[in-house]
């Protein structure tokens, strides 16, 4: 009698190995390539929006600040002109303290070369140059006068005779006078 095994019989199963034809292998290999191409190109988009975003943030970081610092620019421009102008009121005021007794001594110099036969219509000082108008009775007391201030600490020579005109008497039995003009500069140890 034919015995027919109804139990199945562990047989190995043999497996079959995938194979895959050419163009499949290109087709998945193109995919591999053009899903890292993309996923390459998505990251370069993603880095390059993030620095731009960086950057704007920076230009708008750099503005506020520039606004900032221009204000503080302005505020050093008017702290420097009050400065300066404070300097100069400084120095003004310091100039007028060396000047308050120059004019003292020169009237008192001038008054001492003054001839009794003599008096000043005008005395002007600019800067270092005084320049004296009066009237005199003689040449001798004009002579005399700038002598003394020659001899005078106070100026240096030479001391000018600028002009010298002879005034007619305004009437009969009256001397003539002479008017004069004398320039003299002041000496510059004494100016000070």
């Known amino acids: ?3 027919i095994n109804l139990l199945a019989v562990d047989r190995e199963r043999t497996k079959r190995k995938a194979t895959f ?3 499949q ?3 998945a290999g193109c995919s591999l390539i ?3 191409a993309a996923l390459g190109i998505g990251w370069w988009y993603w880095y390059l929006q993030s620095t731009s975003a960086d950057l704007d943030q920076q230009i708008v970081d750099a503005e506020t600040e520039r606004g900032r610092l221009q204000n503080v620019i302005q505020q050093v421009q008017q702290f420097e002109a009050q400065r300066a102008q404070l300097q100069q009121r400084v120095t ?3 100039q007028l303290r060396k ?3 120059g004019p003292v001594h020169l009237l008192d110099e001038v008054s001492r070369a003054l001839p009794d036969s003599m008096w000043l219509t005008t005395l002007a000082q600019k800067v270092n140059e005084v320049v004296i108008d009066g009237r005199c009775t003689s040449l001798t007391a004009l002579s005399d006068f700038v002598a003394a201030l020659e001899a005078s600490n106070l100026f240096e020579r030479p001391v ?3 002009d010298s005109q002879v005034e007619p008497a305004a009437s009969a039995g009256l001397q003539e006078l002479i008017r004069f003009s004398v320039r003299a500069r002041v000496a510059a140890e004494k100016a000070d």
């Open 21 to 23: 034809q050419i163009g």
């Open 160 to 162: 000018e005779i600028v």
């Open 92 to 94: 003004l005021i310091e």
């Open 25 to 27: 292998k290109i087709t």
């Open 1 to 3: 009698m034919i015995k």
């Open 99 to 101: 000047g308050q007794t």
């Open 34 to 36: 053009l899903v890292a």
